[in-house]
């Protein structure tokens, strides 16, 4: 039975991800950035386990996570969690910047970082999901598309120092999904939103399920998938 440590896993492709693994029988644990939201996952998925932490916070993860049993091995590391506020250069302020480089990118470096021996352990997977911001910058995207960016070089650099443990990374790159993210885009955006127009959260998680599945003999590096409507 295989172990997966999951971000986001209470909406959006990060619940998508976390019901099919969790109806296939896996071992959930699933990061929560409070108790109250640990406590709700771990009634929405019963038998998983909870890792608590602010990604917010990077600083006061390696805390946090002292306080906490951590598993014995990993077979995959989802970073699936994310966070986005639109706007021009001109107008994101500093706080804007650092709470999405926080939770886009530093955090999944510093909770790879706590992880990586249980990951070198059972020769397990990263996967970074992404976005296709992560490979082109559109205007009033800057910060968001800054922090993919970075997760690309991230996931990058991690499989090149990490291959030769076995442990496999891959960037996950979706376009426009339909979730509370996609949501709230909309709204910053000015536009009606209609989820019916995007990716179906269920359409990304066979995606990511389709890269921790292949046999060791091969690897997904990148992943690109596009709205098919």
């Known amino acids: 039975m295989a172990t997966h440590v999951i971000t986001g896993a209470g909406s959006g492709i990060g619940a998508a991800v976390a019901r099919r693994l969790h109806a296939r029988g896996d071992e959930l644990v699933l990061h929560a950035r409070d108790a109250g939201r640990a406590k709700e996952l771990a009634a929405e998925f019963p038998g998983s386990r909870t890792l608590v932490g602010d990604l917010s916070d990077p600083d006061k993860l390696s805390w946090a996570f002292s306080h906490q049993t951590l598993p014995d091995r990993i077979d995959s590391l989802l970073h699936i969690a994310g966070v986005v506020d639109l706007g021009p250069v001109g107008d994101l302020t500093p706080k804007s910047w650092r709470h ?16 990586l021996p249980q990951l070198r352990t059972a020769r397990g997977h990263v996967v970074f999901v992404n976005s296709g911001a992560g490979l082109r910058a559109s205007a009033e995207w800057s910060a968001y598309a800054a922090s993919k960016h970075g997760l690309k070089a991230l996931a ?12 496999r990374v891959t960037s996950v790159y979706p376009g426009r999904t339909a979730s509370p993210m996609q949501a709230k885009v909309h709204q910053q955006e000015g536009k009606e939103y209609d989820p019916s127009a995007w990716i179906d959260p269920e359409s990304v998680a066979t995606a990511i399920l389709t890269a921790i599945d292949l046999p060791r003999d091969a690897e997904i590096n990148d992943l690109t998938v596009r709205p098919g409507r």
């Open 156 to 167: 990058d650099s991690l499989r090149a120092e990490e291959h030769g443990n076995g442990v």
């Open 100 to 115: 999405q480089l926080n939770v886009n990118l530093i955090s999944p470096a510093e909770l790879t970082r706590h992880l």
